[in-house]
């Protein structure tokens, strides 16, 4: 098992290949959604977000009207997940019975925003079956990318690119997954300790996002994929069943 770290090179060294996948931003112990500080409700409410499975927020901002022919299987990713997860809201707008949702198509692409804030500071491990590339509009957060052969990746999404940030990357379909929040930074250019915009993300998804190709990581799988010194590490990433 050889994970590659792409942290920048200034970091200090460390016994462990990813040394900063940890949280950075607890959540607060009771953040439900609407209690955000004022200036970041106010963003969430002029985006019109909503909380997200997956954790943070997120709205779709565009739908290409133009269908294609599904390159995927005509069963959902995780049949589970997709009857048990999804509310009746996202199956109205992202395909299900009352949206008359046909697996053999998909828009041609779509575009979402995607919201982490100090009160839901982590999107959890998942994957989608198509790629996805996500351009970043504000604030700083890292990535953790399990690809094949258990190579896990790791990077900072952040505007200065000085300091090695990403502002614009891709996951392939069928790669899972995660991200959270990292703080600020100050003048000085250290990390602060905590984020006061939140971090806020474009995806665009081709062919079109539906959640019947979105699915998360069970807990039980993550030891299975990436053994068990590694799940212990990453542990943390993955949701939990509520």
Do not use: C
């Not at 970043?136 to 090695?164: Q, T």
């Not at 959270?180 to 003048?187: H, I, S, T, V």
């Not at 079109?208 to 590490?233: I, N, Q, R, T, Y």
Request: aromatic share 8%.
């Amino acid at each position: 098992m050889h994970p590659r770290n792409t942290n920048h090179s200034s970091d200090p060294p460390n016994p462990n290949p990813l040394p900063f996948v940890k949280p950075s931003i607890a959540a607060a112990p009771s953040s439900p959604p609407g209690n955000e500080p004022s200036h970041i409700q106010s963003l969430i409410t002029r985006l019109r977000l909503q909380p997200h499975a997956e954790g943070g927020y997120f709205a779709e901002a565009h739908r290409d009207p133009k269908l294609t022919p599904s390159p995927y299987p005509s069963y959902p990713a995780s049949p589970s997940q997709w009857a048990a997860a999804t509310t009746n809201q996202q199956k109205d707008k992202k395909g299900g019975e009352s949206g008359g949702f046909n697996p053999a198509v998909r828009n041609a692409s779509t575009i979402m925003f995607y919201l982490l804030t100090p009160g839901s500071p982590v999107g959890f491990l998942h994957r989608n079956r198509g790629p996805t590339v996500h351009t970043l509009l504000r604030g700083r957060g890292r990535y953790v990318v399990i690809h094949e052969r258990v190579r896990i990746e790791s990077f900072v999404a952040g505007l200065d690119r000085a300091r090695g940030e990403k502002q614009r990357w891709v996951v392939e379909g069928g790669k899972y997954k995660a991200t959270f929040l990292l703080p600020d930074l100050d003048e000085s250019g250290e990390e602060g300790s905590t984020s006061k915009e939140g971090m806020l993300v474009a995806e665009t998804v081709v062919p079109g996002f539906e959640f019947f190709d979105h699915e998360f990581l069970e807990p039980s799988g993550l030891e299975e994929l990436v053994g068990k010194d590694w799940a212990e590490k990453l542990g943390w990433l993955v949701k939990r069943q509520e």
